[in-house]
Structure formats: structure tokens, C-alpha cells
T-cell receptor, first 112, second 114 residues
């Protein structure tokens, strides 16, 4: 079993819809959670960064962490064609310089 | 603000040829530096990371090596490329020694070994 599981998609939704992207994990030591957006042939871009459980909102994006269920989500409201990209979740423990563990990414297409 | 530069953006090299990919970071001191490889459907694989000049940790035994000759410069090398070295190589940086610092990536180098 992988430490981080992420549905690869592809996921296609109409413009304006709410998008829900999810990751599950098995390591209870993970404390920091990140979402990256990656456009084709570009490097991942940090979207959201949260610590422990709870919600964090930034514009149309909301990151949600449920540590009891070992489940994190990224919600995109009023989705736009420019949101079409691959979304990667990543997480790490709260000690030392432990490496990030990434999901394999979900490919999202917003249909105009 | 901090920026990261990676070059070249694309590279086609024959099997057995050497490789040198360079990454530099601006706007921060003593960053942690990372080399990742991304293969389709397999996610990001950490290859090397460095917490300071001359300090390199290898995550995966392979045909590649890394060096950090200056504080904000990270180089990925190979003496003889293999077909299996093809992929998308990403450099990243972070600061601090605890988990509360996200990684920031460059735009990558797409390497094709023929």
C-alpha cells in the first residue's frame, strides 16, 4: 500500500462547477499538507499549505484536512478553464528535514 | 522575492553521453535544495537533497550524482546516460530545518535519452 493515495482521474467537469480533489494517507505522523497545481510541461506550483486538521481558504480554493480519517481535500469553487491542470497532494511529518511524500496527481479538465 | 532557475528546459542526449543540469535559487540564503524526477503516472521521485554546500544526500542508487558547489547552486550530473534516465527533472528549494516549509519548484528539464 502506498503512503499516499490519489485518484489519477482524469476528471472532467463543466465550467462553474465545484471541484473536489482528494488524497488519503496511511502515516499518522504527517502534519503538514500541501496542494500543488502543475500545468503541462511546467513545474508544480504551490497552491495551498496547511498544518494539522482544519480548513484553509484562499480565494476560490479551500483545503481541508481530516487527520482522524487520514483524508485531505481541495475544493475549487466556480471552476475556470484555466484551472485545467494536474493537482498533486503532498505531506510531511513535523520533524527534521523529512522528505515530502507526494500523491501521483489528479488530472483535471474544466470544460467551457 | 525568491526565484528558481533551471536550465535547459529540454534536452535530447544519446545513450552514453554525459549530463549536466543546473539549478540556481535567488532571493534566499542557505536554502535546502532538491532534485526530483517525475515519470508519467508514477509521481515525483526524490533523487537528491542538500542542506548546505557540499552536503548531498542520495535517496535512490542510480546512474546520477549531484553537487552543490555554491550556496544557491545545485547540479545534477551523469557520466554516461542510460535510456532509463529519460524523464522530467525538477529542482526545488525550501528553507528551515523543520517540516513547516513547503517546497518551491522550478519549471523542470525534460530529458530524452535516445
Amino acid at each position: 500500500q502506498k503512503e499516499v493515495e490519489q485518484d489519477p482521474g482524469p476528471l472532467s467537469v463543466p465550467e462553474g462547477a465545484i471541484v473536489s480533489l482528494n488524497c488519503t494517507y496511511s502515516n499518522s505522523a504527517f502534519q503538514y499538507f500541501m496542494w500543488y497545481r502543475q500545468y503541462s510541461r511546467k513545474g508544480p506550483e504551490l497552491l495551498m499549505y496547511t498544518y494539522s486538521s482544519g480548513n484553509k481558504e484562499d480565494g476560490r480554493f479551500t483545503a481541508q484536512v481530516d487527520k482522524s480519517s487520514k483524508y485531505i481535500s481541495l475544493f475549487i469553487r466556480d471552476s475556470q478553464p484555466s484551472d485545467s491542470a494536474t493537482y498533486l497532494c503532498a505531506m510531511r511529518p513535523n520533524f527534521g528535514n523529512e522528505k515530502l511524500t507526494f500523491g501521483t496527481g489528479t488530472r483535471l479538465t474544466i470544460i467551457p | 522575492s525568491q526565484t528558481i532557475h533551471q536550465w535547459p528546459a529540454t534536452l535530447v542526449q544519446p545513450v552514453g553521453s554525459p549530463l549536466s543540469l543546473e539549478c540556481t535559487v535567488e532571493g534566499t540564503s542557505n536554502p535546502n535544495l532538491y532534485w526530483y524526477r517525475q515519470a508519467a503516472g508514477r509521481g515525483l521521485q526524490l533523487l537528491f537533497y542538500s542542506v548546505g554546500i557540499g552536503q548531498i544526500s542520495s535517496e535512490v542508487p542510480q546512474n546520477l550524482s549531484a553537487s552543490r558547489p555554491q550556496d544557491r547552486q545545485f547540479i545534477l550530473s551523469s557520466k554516461k546516460l542510460l535510456l532509463s534516465d529519460s524523464g522530467f527533472y525538477l529542482c526545488a528549494w525550501s528553507v528551515g530545518q523543520k517540516g513547516n516549509s513547503p517546497l518551491h519548484f522550478g519549471n523542470g528539464t525534460r530529458l530524452t535519452v535516445t
